[in-house]
């Protein structure tokens, strides 16, 4: 009897064996192969889950083994019972002589995965890095910017005591709307160093503190008191300006941005500024005068960003007014990108 035809012999015997077993275990799932040779070879599981777990196994090496183990067997011995779990795809064999003894034990093997194949999951990965880098750097960048300003006092001014034109910390509101791109000038794996420059367009609110008010005298601005109760009083300043902002982005191992800073400058030209004062009774009073403002404004400023989250800090080295014609002040502006 050649080796095949023991094999499904003992097959078969088992077969019956187990479905005897398997009506006494209760209702179970069978799997049944039919051969060329009307051989029927039948499995049963106690679940459709047993059965599909057989693709954990080596089913050609189960034939082939126990096809050896009956070419050792006696001619008498037909049915052979072995524990399935040598036979799981990534187990091997590991055979030892010693002594005129041989023994077998089963070791788990970890496949190692060949250098092609990790060239093309490095290659996936660079793909997958430049798109994103290349949807990052496409179109115009279109945000805007919300914050707050303050007066910085750069020397004090007998003329203009600070009192006259304290602010409303929460009132004095920064708004802007931007354009701009960002291109890179150094690549990196890790960081890159890019250029942020755009146009923008800001509403610097300064809200007074106070029932003081802006009006502008003959030579000199002026911060007098109303007189009354004053539910709001401020100045608003509308500029058209040129950021320029060199910055450092930084990535992640899968090329995700998690961050960038950046130091530049920035120059501003005032369009517009008006003084606004709401009364008591809610009626409002709206002026636009020049205040003897600085036309022109310049200063520095810093970005810091983490993920999809930006902070900006500006401040003014030019004066807010113009010399001798209001107090000396600067402007600093801080908020956040959207």
């Not at 039948?42 to 679940?47: L, R, S």
């Not at 420059?197 to 000199?220: I, L, P, R, S």
């Not at 007098?224 to 608003?236: F, H, V």
Request: glycine share 10%; with cysteine.
């Amino acid at each position: 009897m050649n080796t095949l035809l023991r094999v499904v012999i003992a097959t078969l015997i088992s077969t019956a064996t187990w479905n005897a077993h398997a009506k006494s275990l209760g209702p179970t799932d069978s799997l049944v192969i039919r051969f060329a040779n009307r051989t029927r070879l039948v499995i049963y599981a106690p679940d459709k889950a047993g059965i599909q777990a057989l693709s954990n196994y080596d089913l050609n090496k189960i034939v082939r083994e126990m096809g050896m183990k009956l070419d050792s067997v006696p001619g008498g011995q037909t049915a052979i019972s072995q524990g399935g779990d040598r036979f799981l795809k990534d187990t091997v064999l590991v055979v030892k002589t010693d002594n005129n003894t041989t023994t077998v034990t089963t070791e788990k093997v970890t496949v190692e995965r060949s250098e092609s194949d990790k060239q093309r999951d490095r290659d996936r990965e660079e793909e997958e890095r430049r798109r994103r880098r290349r949807h990052e750097n496409r179109g115009p960048d279109i945000g805007g910017s919300f914050g707050l300003n303050s007066f910085i006092q750069q020397s004090p001014t007998p003329a203009f005591p600070e009192t006259d034109y304290d602010l409303l910390p929460l009132g004095s509101r920064y708004v802007a709307l931007s354009i701009g791109a960002t291109p890179t000038l150094i690549p990196g794996r890790y960081a890159a160093l890019k250029l942020y420059y755009g146009v923008e367009v800001a509403w610097n609110n300064f809200m007074f503190d106070g029932n003081n008010m802006v009006v502008k005298g003959n030579t000199t601005v002026e911060f007098p008191d109303a007189g009354r109760e004053l539910q709001k009083s401020k100045l608003t300043v509308c500029t058209i300006g040129l950021p320029v902002v060199p910055r450092l982005t930084f990535y992640n191992s899968s090329g995700r941005k998690v961050g960038h800073f950046g130091v530049g400058g920035y120059i501003n030209y005032r369009l517009d500024s008006y003084r606004k004062i709401k009364e008591a009774d809610g009626s409002t009073d709206r002026r636009h005068f020049d205040f003897y403002l600085n036309n022109y404004r310049y200063g520095v400023m810093a970005q810091v960003g983490i993920r999809s989250f930006d902070f900006f800090v500006k401040y003014d080295i030019s004066p807010l007014f113009q010399p001798g014609k209001g107090p000396d002040v600067r402007a600093l502006s801080f908020g956040i990108g959207l």
